[in-house]
Nanobody
Framework: QVHLVESGGGLVQAGGSLRLSCAAS????????MAWFRQAPGKEREFVTA????????RVAEPVKGRFIISRDNAKNTVALQMNSLKSEDTAVYYC?????????????????WGQGTQVTVSS
């Protein structure tokens, strides 16, 4: 059974930084592209960023470009999201996701597995 477990969420002031982590088990980690999505209250779940199997390439949504960085450690089966220069509009539940291709990792409709989510709240 596949498990994706996020950690690192919390409350941070605008302009601050936060690092999320996702630990994966039950899957061949280096065979999956990994991604982060987020969902704010009353809004649809949206793509944030994704990384290829090897970590050699990433995709980043425009609203977070230049501020958020995704990385992975295939030896530890983990993926991280470093969030810098946080804004109030970054407040959301952040979800870790796994997909069998980088293309599938770009859409919430095609992701294969989801984590349970972790709350990030940015106070202004």
């Amino acid at each position: 059974q596949v498990h994706l477990v996020e950690s690192g969420g919390g409350l941070v002031q605008a302009g601050g930084s936060l690092r999320l982590s996702c630990a994966a088990s039950g899957l061949t980690f280096n065979s999956y592209a990994m991604a982060w999505f987020r969902q704010a209250p009353g809004k649809e779940r949206e793509f944030v960023t994704a990384i290829t199997f090897s970590g050699g390439s990433t995709r980043v949504a425009e609203p977070v470009k230049g501020r958020f960085i995704i990385s992975r450690d295939n030896a530890k089966n983990t993926v991280a999201l470093q969030m810098n220069s946080l804004k109030s509009e970054d407040t959301a539940v952040y979800y870790c996701a796994a997909a069998t291709s980088i293309v599938k990792a770009l859409s919430s409709r095609t992701v294969d597995y989801w984590g349970q989510g972790t709350q990030v709240t940015v106070s202004s």
